[in-house]
């Protein structure tokens, strides 16, 4: 009775916790973020922007947190990225990352967090944590 009360439990415990498609889906959207504001920063047009693909990826640590009173993860491992350019394709192995990702009270939709620093006009840096919908 015991062993049927922990597996129920861990059963219903296991959407409370990124899995690893959901750490896929936040690592896609933080590249394709990076990815597009470099192309913008270095006026590379978007024709020229490779497509990517990312898998194997090895979660090492998940660390419950809260974020602006939500409870979130911050999710720590590596993952393997490859580039499609149209003559060559290239691949990275084991390149590690970091994100965090929000669950919302209602508890059916996950948000990828960032902490972004704004400075103001008195010099002052402050940060701020951003959220976007991982669809």
Known sequence: ??????????????GNVPNRALVEKAIALQFSQT?????????????VQ?????????????????????????????YSLTL???KRQIVQKRNPFEVYLQRQSEGK????????SIQNATQDITNRWVTQLIQ
């Open 1 to 14: 009775m015991l062993i049927g009360l922990i597996a129920i439990s861990l059963t219903a415990c296991g």
């Open 50 to 78: 490779p497509s990517f693909h990312i898998d194997d990826i090895k979660i090492k640590a998940r660390q419950a947190i809260k974020i602006e009173g939500l409870r979130a993860y911050r999710v720590r491992g590596t």
């Open 35 to 47: 990815q597009t504001e470099l192309s913008r920063q270095l006026a590379v047009p978007s024709a």
């Open 109 to 116: 939709t996950w948000r990828l967090a960032r902490l972004e």
């Open 84 to 86: 499609n350019y149209p």
